[in-house]
């Protein structure tokens, strides 16, 4: 058995959209500035997220579980296309990020600091994306027609 991951991701792009595709890179680029993030240095503590930043970091863990839904209730028959993709995403994006925190501390403090602001914008575009796949699911659940 031969899985011809091209024809599933074309699959994937016409059933989940552009704009997925958009909020997946925006998704994968989010968390690259978030993995950059140096090893804190002499005199620096690393305190426990509160408030906005506790906020920004569960808006980040939503944004892929909000695409694999989408992508999974729209790209029947895609499974292993999605997986591949965001798993390939979050697994990559974590490596490149520690690369560039190792490599390049200061370039990779910037990244953490717009790390925030990003997530932000992504997890609304993603949002805007999924809305509506989510609230049929949703829908249909609480009136029992799923």
């Known amino acids: 058995m031969r899985i011809d991951l091209e024809r599933l991701i074309d699959e994937l792009s016409r059933n989940a959209g552009d704009l997925w595709f958009l909020a997946v890179v925006g998704s994968f680029f989010v968390m690259v500035c978030e993995a950059a993030k140096p090893k804190p240095g002499e005199g620096e503590s690393k305190a426990a997220p509160e408030g ?7 808006l980040s863990l939503i944004t892929p579980l909000l695409l694999f839904f989408h992508a999974f ?3 029947s028959g895609a499974l292993i296309a999605i997986i591949a993709l965001i798993g390939g ?6 490596l490149i990020g520690w690369i560039i ?8 403090r910037t990244l953490n600091r717009a790390a925030p602001f990003l997530a932000i ?6 949002a805007y994306v999924t ?7 949703v829908n249909g659940i609480v009136t029992g027609r799923a």
């Open 52 to 58: 906005l930043p506790l906020l920004v970091m569960i």
């Open 73 to 75: 209730l729209t790209a």
């Open 89 to 94: 995403a979050i697994i990559s994006s974590a």
């Open 101 to 108: 925190g190792a490599a390049a501390p200061d370039v990779g």
């Open 121 to 126: 914008a992504v997890f609304a575009l993603t």
């Open 131 to 137: 809305w509506r796949t989510v609230f049929e699911f």
